[in-house]
Every structure is written in structure tokens, then in C-alpha cells.
């Protein structure tokens, strides 16, 4: 996986993880926390898209870059855009289009890259996880061999398409978010791909070790249940794996996802419904795992990457969030026993989509907008 999503552990230890549990640990709200304007960093803009999605580096440090309405751009460090043809066509209307993009565990042999798209169809369109060959040809780049991998059944639905991926450390394995399309009942109903976190072979198929591997259809390709609108996924440098979700009104998640683990919506949230009915609250649910931190007010988090580099070593193990509502860069610290906390939250005046990490330690980042900015962030001299 691309240098801001870190690697899982085996299947077997993360196992051993979820026995030990952590439904001890405190559930914090964040939501309340200010953003700062002293910012300890610079802020560089590279190039301007047309609402980027996501951003990820290949292994010569030139980046990927998707665009929401059906576009993948190539481009250097220095902002030189080459966009790469052969994207299939996609539903970009809403929160649908062109999601996220990752290279392959073994890109430097095979040449490929994955990506999750919302395909059309007269209900709604369909999440779509599709992998492809990255053919670099001079000022040609294009997509070649494209096999979709996974589809959404059934088919239908609004917004909220989760789509981000991640890949284990043995590059044997793909964790993909599949988020509730406002259909909110659907994230308890395990024979739908709605809600859930999913686990696959790097050819689609489904992992024999999987929680529910013998049942088959969706629920042999669940890994976790009861997600809202996953929008950041990615391993720490322990291996365990993190996720972030936007809830409601209230109660945006931050989530340890271990296996076979239901974390409860829509039947519990720290948040309530649009039009003001409550939802019950985790504490009054203690069989669905509630957030290791929450928001509310909500930021809305998009976009998730774990630091490691040379550039900020005081920020070693911290995790990057995106603000979309609150237009901020959240930086979430871990104390000795593993709890997050939010530690710091930066007033980026942007809708800041996606973050990652470049080898030299450098922060990247998007902006959800049009034009929205590809920015890097140093460290002030």
C-alpha cells in the first residue's frame, strides 16, 4: 500500500488483539476542541484540481491523484499534471464518483494500481473496487487491463460510499470500506455490503480466515459491521488498524477495527438524526463497540495517514485526520496504554480531503473544492 496507509498484522494476531479486547478504554469527545492558528508548519501549494478525492505516491515519489468527477491525474513533486486515460466511466453526482486510488504491494514488478469508483445504473450506481495495469508511457500514462474486482450488490442507493483500501503487510490482503448509502438499517443487515468493513484476496476472492468465512456471499467478506460513512483507513505502526467515519449530527467516530467486531449504527451513535429524533447512545449498548474518540460537534474526518519521517520526528505514531466541516488538519496522539486523544487541530481555512505522507516526512494534502489545492506541508525554519 502507498506510503500513508501502513500495513496490517497477520490475521491470526489481530485475532489475539480483538480476544484482549478494548471496550475498557475511554470513549472521548474531541468535538468541542478549537483550532489553532499557530500553525508549526508551512504550507505549499503544488497544483489545483477539480474536487480531488484522494492522493497517494508511487515508489518514485510521484503522486496519484483522483478527481471526483471521473479523472486520475499523474503528478510530480514540483506540480506537473499528466492526466492518465482509461478511468471507466462513473456516477459523479453527489457524494459519488471517483474515489479513492493505491498502488499495489508489489507495483515495482507488476505495474498496478487499485481504485474504488461509484459505477452507474438506474439505481443509484454501484461501489466498485477495480484494479488495473499503470502503463507510464512518456507523456501518455494510461490504465490498461482494467478487472473489476468486487461490485456492490445489491445496487442503489445515495451518498456515503466509503471506498477507501488498504493492504496488509504481506501484500496478501485488501481491507476495503463500504460505506451505508443513506440506507442506514442496511449496516446491520449482514447479507448486505453496506456498512461494513471487507476483507479480500488481492484478486477479489474471499480470504479462508476471515470471521465469517464460512458462510459465504457478504458476510464471508466482512471483517467489521455497523459503519456509517468510513472515510479514513489505515495502520499504525503497531498494525493495528484505525478508522474514521462521519456519523450524523453529531458523533463522527474514530475507531481500532478488529475482527468480527459490530460497532453499532444506526442502532447506537453518539449522535442524532438529521431531523433531531435521538439515537441511543453506546454506553446504553455495551454488546457494539463505541469510538475511541468522537466528535461532536462534528468535523466531518476524510482522509487518514499515520506519520512517519524525518521532517516532524515530535509527531512519530501520530495520526492525520481531514476536517471537512471544521476546515482543519487534526493530528490524534496515543498515550502509553494506546488511547487516542485529539492533540492538535489546525485551522487550514480548507476543506481538507485526503493526507498523506511523503518518504522525506513531508505532509501532503487536498482540498475538497474547485479549485481545490494539492498542498505540502514543512516544517517552519
Known amino acids: ?70 479523472h486520475l491525474f499523474l503528478v510530480s513533486q514540483d506540480g506537473h499534471k499528466t492526466e492518465v486515460s482509461g478511468i471507466p466511466e462513473v456516477a459523479a453526482k453527489g457524494q459519488n464518483g471517483l474515489l479513492d486510488v493505491a498502488v499495489s504491494p508489489d507495483f515495482s514488478k507488476s505495474n498496478q494500481v487499485f481504485f474504488t469508483y461509484v459505477a452507474p445504473d438506474n439505481k443509484g450506481g454501484s461501489l466498485v473496487l477495480a484494479r488495473a495495469t499503470l502503463l507510464l508511457q512518456a507523456d501518455k500514462p494510461h490504465l490498461n487491463d482494467i478487472t473489476v474486482l468486487w461490485r456492490q450488490t445489491p445496487s442503489g ?68 459491521t455497523g459503519h456509517r460513512n468510513p472515510y479514513g483507513l489505515a495502520f499504525a505502526p503497531d498494525g493495528k488498524l484505525w478508522l ?14 478488529e475482527p468480527g467486531v459490530n460497532y453499532g449504527w444506526p442502532v447506537v451513535s453518539n449522535g442524532d438524526n438529521y431531523n433531531g429524533t435521538p439515537i441511543p447512545r453506546h454506553v446504553t449498548r455495551p454488546e457494539f463497540r463505541a469510538p475511541l474518540v468522537y466528535w461532536t460537534p462534528v468535523i466531518a474526518p476524510a482522509g487518514l495517514a499515520f506519520y512517519s519521517g524525518d521532517l516532524f520526528p515530535q509527531w512519530q505514531g501520530s495520526a492525520f ?8 488538519l487534526v493530528r490524534i496522539s496515543f498515550d ?15 476543506r481538507i480531503r485526503d493526507v498523506a505522507i511523503a518518504r522525506d516526512g513531508a505532509l501532503w494534502l487536498i482540498e475538497d473544492g474547485n479549485p481545490g489545492s494539492l498542498m505540502r506541508l514543512v516544517p517552519k525554519r
Open 1 to 70: 500500500m502507498p506510503i500513508h496507509r501502513a500495513f496490517a498484522l497477520p490475521a491470526m494476531l489481530l485475532t489475539l488483539i480483538s480476544a484482549a479486547g478494548s471496550t475498557s478504554a475511554e470513549s472521548i469527545n474531541a468535538g468541542e476542541r478549537k483550532e489553532s492558528q499557530d500553525r508549526p508548519f508551512l504550507v505549499q501549494d503544488i497544483a489545483s484540481f477539480n474536487t480531488p478525492w484522494a492522493l497517494t505516491f508511487l515508489p518514485d515519489s510521484r503522486l496519484l491523484v483522483t478527481e471526483k468527477p471521473g
Open 157 to 224: 442507493g445515495g451518498g456515503q460510499p466509503g471506498g477507501i483500501i488498504a493492504f496488509d503487510p504481506a501484500g496478501q490482503h485488501l481491507f476495503l470500506t463500504v460505506g451505508d448509502r443513506m440506507q442506514p438499517d442496511s449496516a446491520q443487515d449482514p447479507d448486505q455490503a453496506r456498512g461494513k468493513v471487507l476483507r479480500l484476496r488481492l484478486d477479489g476472492t474471499t480470504p479462508p480466515d476471515n470471521p465469517q468465512a464460512s458462510e459465504g456471499g457478504v458476510r464471508a467478506q466482512t471483517w467489521t
Open 244 to 257: 474514521n467515519e462521519m456519523g450524523p449530527r453529531g458523533g463522527d467516530e474514530f475507531n481500532l477495527i
Open 321 to 328: 485526520v481531514g476536517g471537512l466541516k471544521v476546515r482543519s
Open 336 to 350: 502509553k496504554a494506546g488511547q487516542p486523544d485529539e492533540a492538535d487541530r489546525w485551522d487550514m481555512s480548507a
